[in-house]
Structure formats: structure tokens, C-alpha cells
């Protein structure tokens, strides 16, 4: 996957985690493409330095 891929991906997290923000982190990741929520876990913390946990309660 592209870096351009991957980070369009993560955007739509946050868009999702501002409008869904009940939504699991499996129901994001199935969602959002990743194979599972290790695999979404991983992205986001290599592309924003949080987990999607973290990032939920930074928007929140």
C-alpha cells in the first residue's frame, strides 16, 4: 500500500471517529480496509503517534 493510501485511510479514521466515535476499534478497522484491529492499531500509531484509543479521546 502506498504512503498516500495510508494516510488517506487514517483521515477517514478521523473523520469517522468524529461522527462514529461509539464504533469500535474492530468496527473501524473492518470499516476502513485493515485486516483486523492490530493491524489499524499499528498504522495509526506509526502515522500519529497514538493508538486510535488515544486519538478518540484527543477529539473528544
Given amino acids: 500500500?502506498?504512503?498516500e493510501a495510508t494516510?488517506?485511510?487514517v483521515l477517514r479514521l478521523l473523520a469517522l471517529l468524529q461522527r462514529r466515535s461509539s464504533w469500535t476499534a474492530a468496527e473501524l478497522a473492518a470499516e476502513?480496509?485493515?485486516?483486523?484491529q492490530a493491524h489499524l492499531t499499528r498504522t495509526v500509531r506509526a502515522q500519529l503517534g497514538h493508538t486510535p484509543g488515544e486519538?478518540?479521546?484527543l477529539l473528544s
Fill in 55 to 57: 486519538v478518540r479521546r
Fill in 7 to 9: 494516510t488517506e485511510r
Fill in 32 to 36: 476502513l480496509g485493515f485486516a483486523d
Fill in 1 to 3: 500500500m502506498t504512503v
